[in-house]
């Protein structure tokens, strides 16, 4: 049964950092994006219609691969 609940949290561990993950990389984006334009400009969200961060990760991957 220890063995059982082991592989169990192990599991459960590993599914919720992975979501995590991904929240976490959102996250950095949309501060590094307040940070440039509190930097440039004086304020945070100077773009009106900025990149989300699935758009801005599509035109990564499209020019990772030219």
């Known amino acids: ?31 590094l994006y307040n940070r440039q334009c509190v930097q440039e400009k004086g304020y945070a969200n100077c773009d009106p219609d900025p990149l989300t961060y699935e758009e801005y990760e599509s035109e990564r991957q499209e020019l990772n691969n030219e």
């Open 1 to 31: 049964m220890p063995r059982l609940l082991s592989i169990f949290l192990l599991i459960a561990c590993t599914l919720i950092s992975a979501c995590a993950y991904d929240n976490a990389k959102q996250l950095t984006y949309d501060a």
